[in-house]
Every structure is written in structure tokens, then in C-alpha cells.
């Protein structure tokens, strides 16, 4: 039997549009929560060990976004596979030596519309030579 997905007032499911528009504007880490698994696992680049948890996983966002208050990222494509779905986006923010982008991808695995693991991939070393500053969740 395929299990249902209830929303309530303390979950949103998790959606292509719902990354478009908190990465629009992503001045509430606090609202990441809501589209995890108790359990979410995320493999950020740069970082040694995977985030284990809701709080590990919202820590490397707020960590991001309190690096670069001005950041916003675009959806650039993205593609589902199944319980996969892989978005290719683009960052913009100004660094220490100006505004910059950086073009990366997400692959989220979700589980009954949740978040269940996400690997973001990009290049550390073209982050750091463009923002002037170090990964912020290393």
C-alpha cells in the first residue's frame, strides 16, 4: 500500500517551485525544517562530513545565507527521476571583491515529499577565488 502524505500546519512537502522560492529570498533558515526527514543526510561540497539531521542540514544554510546577505539563486533546469530530482541553479551574491555567481547542482532524493538527502555539488575552489571568502559550512 502506498503511504499518504498528510500537510499540517508544521510540514510543507518539498518542490522545485518551493527550492525557487526560499532560495529567491532566503532570509528565514527556519523555515528549512519543515520539508526534512528527521534523518536528512546532506553531502555538501567542501565539507568533510555529510550534515546528519535537521539541524546540521539548517546550519549549513544559515551559515551560507549569514555569509552573503545578499544572496539569491536561480533555478537554472532541473529534471526528476523517480524519488530524485536533480536542479542545476545559480548563485549571485556579492563577496569581498563584488558581486559574483556560481553555477552548481543539487540531486535531492525525497521520501513521502520530504527532503530525505540532498548532494550539492559545485567548485569549492571557484566559490572561494569569486566570493573572497572561505566555504562557510567547512
Not at 61 to 84: K, M, N, Q, R, S
Request: proline share 6%; hydrophobic share 45%.
Amino acid at each position: 500500500m502506498l503511504k499518504q502524505s498528510i500537510p499540517t500546519a508544521d510540514r510543507r512537502d518539498w518542490s522545485v517551485d518551493a527550492f525557487r522560492r526560499f532560495w529567491a529570498h532566503p532570509n528565514n533558515p527556519e523555515l528549512v525544517p519543515a520539508v526534512l526527514t528527521d534523518d536528512v543526510v546532506g553531502y555538501w561540497s567542501g565539507r568533510e562530513e555529510p550534515a546528519r539531521g535537521k539541524e546540521a542540514y539548517t546550519d549549513c544554510i544559515a551559515a551560507l545565507v549569514g555569509a552573503f546577505p545578499d544572496l539569491c539563486i536561480t533555478v537554472a533546469e532541473h529534471a526528476t527521476d523517480g524519488e530524485f530530482t536533480f536542479i542545476r541553479w545559480i548563485m549571485h551574491a556579492t563577496g569581498a571583491y563584488g558581486p559574483f555567481e556560481l553555477s552548481g547542482i543539487d540531486r535531492v532524493r525525497t521520501s513521502n515529499g520530504l527532503v530525505a538527502e540532498n548532494r550539492i555539488v559545485f567548485d569549492t575552489a571557484a566559490f572561494t577565488a569569486r566570493s573572497g571568502k572561505a566555504i562557510p559550512w567547512a
